[in-house]
DNA sequence: CACCAAATAATTTGATCATATTCTGAGAAT
DNA sequence: ATTCTCAGAATATGATCAAATTATTTGGTG
């Protein structure tokens, strides 16, 4: 009996975690066009699950509707990132404050050991698995704050910038990109919720500032 | 031929608006459970635009998915009001510096006219016009700000909070409702983003207090 | 005669529905 | 109390319809 008790998660679901994940890590390049028969192949999924995964992305900033029933990735300008700039700087320091309030050692080492794994993927200059594990980061303080709202808000933003975030990375490579998480890690185990909502509040500003450098000057 | 120029929005669209407007001015109480059929039938849709308009206000905050396929009307607990009011004195106010900016008179004749209709709901005690000008007054900041992702944060915030607040302005009635409005609209008028923003951190802040007062104290 | 533009046809893609399937929870029976 | 059964609700499919983009034709003009 035990050798199958899991109940997979409806269709839906997965393929909302699949898209996403195509999103954050993937091959969507911003402006890229998204069909919905497209995904069905893509995702070997039906056309119904696909469409409910695409509204919640859509909802959550992570895809645009472009008027005209069609979907693509966002294209940031640079208004957009002063308002993520802004609403990061606003929202998470304060999810590290109760984070640093609620951690466990063990809550901490698990996050160290992101945080040692995102910069091994920095030493070999591997772009995917700097970016998995710098979400992953991000999500773990996020998750630690236990506040459910103020984390979505903080995941939506993440979302949003996700693809823009691979092309720079990608164009850069791993050595120039930013990572003040170690000081927000120490002087969350000195119990310091001060220090490490401003270690964090550096790290989303010049993760903001890069981006805004960097955004592709198309127009002449 | 001119009889029906317009073209339609697709069906999805509407029941997402519909179902929005039960969700803010109509009579869904919190806990209340959500059946996909039931919205067929009161919204005389099919079921892949219900579920899509679903996923959507799910992913919004607006409606949760609670585990087993089940969703329902959030129930606020005391920590989702105070992120709810964190989240918003961090957000609106600097929505409301660039409103304060990008306003031209008529934008503020527009909104003032708002408000008017407001102070009238409160007068003759309209409890459901009162949370719907309240909703635009709020929301016309948000849209004057021209920061699309700042005003979908707030936006959701609210969406979150909506029924809620319908349930407490009913138990209340309309006269001890916060209304820091008109020190907002001068403010803004003369050109003083500061003070308007401080204004509606005021407004959100005796808002959200409110809440925390009365929400139903259930447990003994 | 070549070229541009407007109109129209063709194809691709999105939207919707009816129906089949799977899952959940309540109550009956042990 | 535990297990079983079953009704009802959610999930998923694929066919069908409608809209939009792209390609093609056609007619006129320099």
């Given at each position: 009996m035990d050798t199958q008790p899991k109940a997979s998660p409806p269709a839906h679901e997965i393929v909302y975690g699949k898209l996403r994940e195509h999103i954050l890590f993937?091959?969507?390049?911003?402006g890229q066009a998204i069909t919905i028969q497209g995904l069905t192949a893509m995702l070997d999924a039906g056309m119904t699950p696909v469409r409910e995964a695409l509204r919640r992305l859509i909802s959550e900033g992570?895809?645009?509707?472009?008027?005209?029933?069609r979907v693509s990735v966002p294209v940031l300008s640079t208004e957009n990132v002063n308002e993520l700039l802004f609403g990061r700087q606003a929202i998470e320091p304060q999810l590290v404050i109760m984070a640093t309030q609620n951690a466990t050692p063990a809550d901490l080492d698990a996050i160290e050991a992101i945080d040692i794994a995102l910069d091994e993927a920095i030493e070999i200059g591997d772009v995917k698995g700097y970016l998995r594990k710098n979400y992953e980061f991000h999500r773990a303080l996020y998750d630690l704050a236990n506040a459910p709202i103020l984390a979505s808000l903080a995941d939506t933003m993440y979302l949003r910038f996700g693809p823009s975030l691979r092309v720079i990375s990608g164009r850069l490579g791993t050595q120039s990109l930013p990572d003040l998480h170690k000081a927000c890690l120490s002087a969350m185990r000195a119990g310091d919720a001060h220090a490490a909502a401003n270690a964090i509040k550096q790290d989303v500003v010049s993760g903001m500032e890069l981006m805004k450098r960097n955004l592709t000057e198309s127009h002449p």
């Open positions: 993937g091959d969507l390049i911003p992570a895809l645009v509707f472009n008027g005209n029933r």
